[in-house]
């Protein structure tokens, strides 16, 4: 089945820095891969997302890219802020019979000090 | 517009007890999911429903079983409960259609002794 890696499981970095969170998936037909905060205590919430015919996405601060033929897809958070401080998780995707089944990394705990 | 909404928030039970995990949403999504989240292991899929009707297991279903009451109902239900259980549940939602955004509920914090 699906199987998603993330690393690292935590990252400390300075306010201002840049921060990278990279995850590789096993299954070559996923093709959607959404990235979620989860602040403590709340629940996840989306922040950005790719798909499989995207090679890289923006968001203000935030940027995801995606490298299908390695399997591996990475979030780029810079300038850092306090608030930038959570749990984030990757996904991977893969549409089968319809449905879309969501397969989570393990997450990593960013902490962004001031 | 609430979201997904799940019932309860937390909950204690005793080893062997059983209770049932509910969760509705009021998006009109065609798929439904429960994940449990433990410290290290991320969001692991139990069982989704890709539409109402239908339930499949994920990567984690052993102890529990779900019921997809109609479109907007999902319940998880522990039949013997296990101080193994212990987490947080979430309940999700997404169109289905296609890959596609998933809407978390607020999660259950359930702790069994």
């Known amino acids: 089945g699906e199987n998603v890696e993330q690393h690292p499981s935590t990252l400390s970095v300075q306010e201002g820095d840049s921060a990278v969170i990279k995850c590789t998936y096993s299954?070559?037909?996923?093709?959607?891969f959404p990235w979620y905060k989860q602040e403590l205590g709340k629940r996840p919430q989306l922040i950005i997302d790719?798909?499989?015919?995207?090679g890289e996405k923006k968001d203000q601060r935030i940027a995801v890219t995606l490298n299908k033929t390695a399997k591996h897809f990475s979030l780029h958070i810079t300038e850092t802020q306090p608030e930038d401080s959570a749990v984030y998780f990757c996904?991977?995707?893969?549409?089968?019979?319809?449905?879309?089944?969501?397969?989570f990394g393990a997450g990593t705990r960013l902490a962004v000090h001031p | 517009n609430a979201g997904v909404t799940q019932t309860p928030k937390f909950q204690v039970l005793k080893t062997g007890q059983s209770m049932t995990l509910q969760c509705a949403q009021d998006?009109?999504?065609?798929?439904m999911y429960w994940y449990r989240q433990d410290p290290g292991m991320g969001l692991r899929l139990i069982y989704y429903s890709a539409s109402e009707g239908t339930t499949d297991k994920g990567e984690v279903p052993n102890g529990y079983n779900v019921s997809r009451l109609n479109k907007r109902e999902f319940s998880l239900r522990l039949e013997s409960a296990a101080p193994s259980q212990t987490s947080v549940y979430f309940c999700?939602?997404?169109?289905?259609?296609?890959?596609?955004?998933?809407?978390f509920g607020q999660g259950t914090r359930l702790t069994v002794v």
């Open positions: 299954d070559s037909a996923s093709n959607y």
């Open positions: 999700a939602s997404s169109r289905g259609r296609g890959v596609e955004e998933a809407f």
């Open positions: 996904a991977a995707s893969t549409l089968s019979g319809g449905y879309n089944k969501l397969i």
């Open positions: 790719i798909r499989s015919n995207v």
């Open positions: 998006m009109n999504h065609n798929s």
